[in-house]
Nanobody, 115 residues
């Protein structure tokens, strides 16, 4: 069974940084794409960044060069977030898409930006 483990969320002051990590600790999976989504209270879940197996990266417009997604290995990725602001407060979810077409979600990690 695929199990995505997320870590790195927490409380940070405006202008601060956090690094989120996501890794598959369950059954082996050939991952085509790893991504981070976020969902703020009362809002829809939205894409933050993705990276595919070939290294292609895509970022949401609101990232504006502040975040960097990286593949650590075939089963893990990180999201480095800098210059965080209150609007970045949300639950961040890891998402992976497998080569056979299925997708999986992590349990989510809370990011709170507040002074």
């Amino acid at each position: 069974q695929v199990q995505l483990v997320e870590s790195g969320g927490g409380l940070v002051q405006p202008g601060g940084s956090l690094r989120l990590s996501c890794a598959n600790s369950g059954s082996p999976l050939v991952i085509n794409e790893m991504a981070w989504y976020r969902q703020a209270p009362g809002k829809q879940r939205e894409l933050v960044a993705l990276i595919d197996r070939g290294g292609y990266k895509k970022y949401a417009d609101f990232v504006k060069g502040r975040f960097t997604i990286s593949r650590v290995n075939a089963n893990a990725a990180t999201l480095q977030m800098n210059s965080l602001g209150p609007d970045d407060t949300a639950i961040y979810y890891c998402n992976v898409k497998a080569n056979y077409g299925g997708q999986y979600w992590g349990q989510g990690t809370q990011v709170t930006v507040s002074s």
